[in-house]
């Protein structure tokens, strides 16, 4: 079967997923036939506003509710693809009105707010790239995040700017105007209103004359292994996010679509605006902080039918029991996956049991812009496993030579995964850190620095991420593989695991344990988890000490910060991202 294009997406009401035949797809497919449907005449243009709202408009969608935000005090605002493409036209307005131009950055830094979506348009459409900063960010990653983009235009709310801007702006040279969504200025200079801005800007503006290569986004990756880097993406970037969101979430016209992620990280753009735009869904936006009842009100009430979330989340829904799932009916929902962290294979059945279906579990990461493995639709689920990549992706277990250059592993053997370049959403440049870009790539592959292993039917495994696995009495052990089998017991909420420098072993394996509510942390308790680990795991592997926690240290995107446990076991002193951040309760 050739490319036929992405247009043979079926309808909602069509039982087939959008994948059919991955397998053929698989030596038919090119990202050029794909890149080839998009673009805006003459056909050397891209933009990933153009084709998130106007051509949806263009095709005859303009009605269509786009976007649907949920307040954190029951308000509800909805705009049509109509409204979003005209609105993203006088914000784009606004900004040339500054003075900003093709390649200049802007940062938002605000919650779950619709003015947030805007301005993401806005920008792309004016050819600014744009950077969204988590808001609950203490004003020192802001202040350094602010410098490092060198950002001209900054979007926020007062109290977040008075919170953290407006003492450190003689320290942010390069932040000319702040745009305040919920206020003016006052007299104070480079201070204005943004909804005073947009009702002044004008309704129309030519076809965006972005190229394919132009810069659109700035995004900060985690930080869970080290200091966050800033990986850049271009507009082409798009035609990854369209079609992931077409094949590995199973997206299409007539879905109400919820991401839970947070726009400050990568998925919450990429999947948060883009890819449901382009696949002309109603994306739902809930500006409230995670609730398990809310949560299950949300899919009920909203007839949410797509869900893409996280395993934290999951496992705290897990951990909240079946009580604030009663009397909500989820029947509309036809497809959960997640991202973020591995997904251990309980929570996977957990989804099977509670809500219906299992979660399919989807990798990616900062630099790979876009899902590069997926336990797609029309994919048997294995639990544990990240699933296949997508046609398009050619992902393997390498080696790196010390020689220079990269080896493929056999399947089964663990190793580096790495990905054949390119595709479209495949970074361009970590913000000033050409060596360190660099030194992701070897022959023509992308090097991801996570440790995987393949399967004899093409699944893919996770193990660890190269910073986290540990050596241990000559085995070489990745985190995954023991807190799965502590996540097994019933007591267990979660698991992080680290290696504990030893004097014979090399190192040791040390647990830390959040439990279910309902128990309690005690000696017999702890033996009882070693043993239950030991007798799954053998004793080589089996962590040899363990340790109950309240809560596990988290970065604020929910990933376990194994780095964080390591430097607590070891009294080293915490890195910026731990002693930085604000607690919840003050963003
Ligand atoms: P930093 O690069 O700053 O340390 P980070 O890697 O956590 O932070 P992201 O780009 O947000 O920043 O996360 C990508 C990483 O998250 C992956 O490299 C992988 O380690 C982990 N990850 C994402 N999805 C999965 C998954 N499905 N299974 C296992 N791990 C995953
Ligand atoms: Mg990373």
């Not at 003075?99 to 050819?127: M, N, Q, S």
């Not at 320290?171 to 000319?176: A, C, F, G, I």
């Not at 393949?454 to 085995?475: E, P, S």
Request: net charge negative; hydrophobic share 40%; with cysteine.
């Amino acid at each position: 079967m050739a490319w036929t294009g992405m247009r043979i997406a079926p309808t909602l009401g069509d039982p087939a997923p959008n994948l059919v035949d991955a397998e053929r797809l698989r030596t038919s497919f090119s990202w050029a036939h794909a890149r080839a449907e998009l673009g805006t005449p003459p056909g050397d243009r891209l933009n990933i506003a153009w084709e998130a709202v106007d051509r949806q408009v263009q095709e005859g969608r303009g009605d269509v509710i786009a976007l649907r935000w949920l307040g954190k005090n029951d308000e509800r605002q909805e705009f049509s693809y109509a409204e979003l493409a005209r609105l993203s036209n006088r914000f784009a307005n606004v900004l040339e009105g500054f003075g900003i131009e093709r390649a200049d950055r802007v940062c938002v830094l605000a919650g779950r707010i619709p003015e947030l979506y805007l301005t993401a348009l806005g920008c792309w459409k004016a050819g600014a790239v744009f950077c969204p900063l988590f808001s609950a960010f203490g004003p020192e990653p802001v202040r350094v995040r602010l410098n490092n983009s060198q950002a001209r235009l900054l979007v926020t709310t007062r109290l977040l700017y008075e919170r953290k801007i407006r003492a450190l702006r003689s320290q942010l040279p390069h932040l000319e105007q702040v745009l305040l969504t919920d206020g003016d200025g006052g007299d104070e200079p480079g201070v204005q209103s943004f909804h005073s801005l947009l009702a002044a800007a004008a309704d129309h503006r030519p076809l965006p004359t972005t190229g394919p290569g132009d810069a659109a986004l700035l995004h900060f990756t985690s930080g869970t292994t080290g200091a966050s880097k800033g990986a850049i993406h271009a507009h082409e970037a798009v035609v990854a996010h369209r079609l992931t969101g077409c094949w590995a979430l199973d997206l299409r016209p007539g879905d109400i679509y919820w991401c839970t992620a947070d726009p400050g990280w990568v998925t919450g753009v990429s999947y948060g605006i883009i890819a449901p735009l382009t696949n002309a869904v109603t994306l739902v936006v809930d500006e409230a902080e995670f609730d398990a009842r809310r949560w299950y009100a949300t899919l009920a009430q909203e007839r949410v039918s797509v869900w893409y979330t996280a395993p934290t989340a999951i496992r705290m829904l897990m951990k909240a029991g079946p009580t604030p799932l009663h009397g909500h009916d989820l029947s509309t929902l036809r497809f959960m996956a997640s991202v973020g962290e591995p997904l251990n294979p309980e929570a996977v059945l957990w989804g099977q049991e509670t809500l219906g279906q299992p979660f399919h579990d989807t990798w990616w990461q900062t630099e790979t812009g876009a899902i590069m493995i997926a336990n797609y639709r029309s994919l048997e689920v294995r639990p544990g496993s990240m699933g296949r990549p997508l046609p398009g992706i050619e992902a393997a277990i390498v080696r790196r030579r010390p020689t220079g250059g990269v080896e493929r592993l056999a399947n089964g053997k663990e190793g580096e995964l790495a990905l054949r370049i390119p595709w479209p959403s495949l970074f361009r440049g970590y913000l000033d850190d050409e060596e360190r870009y660099r030194s992701c790539f070897a022959d023509d592959w992308y090097l991801s620095g996570d440790l995987a292993t393949q399967d004899d039917d093409g699944y893919f495994w996770f193990v660890g991420r190269a910073d986290d696995v540990i050596k241990t009495a000559g085995h070489l052990i990745g985190p995954f593989e023991v807190e799965n089998v502590l996540m097994e017991h019933p007591a267990v909420a979660e698991a992080g695991m680290i290696g504990k420098p030893d004097e014979f072993a090399g190192n040791i394996i040390k647990a830390f344990v959040a439990l279910k509510p309902g128990y309690a942390a005690s000696d017999a308790l702890r033996k009882e988890l070693i043993g239950f680990a030991r007798t799954r795991l053998g004793p080589a592997v089996a962590p040899r000490e363990l340790e109950f926690m309240a809560d596990l240290p988290k970065t604020r995107s929910g990933k376990i910060m194994r780095r964080l446990l390591r430097a607590r076991e070891l009294g080293q002193p915490l890195d910026d991202l731990s002693t930085l951040m604000e607690k919840p309760s003050e963003s």
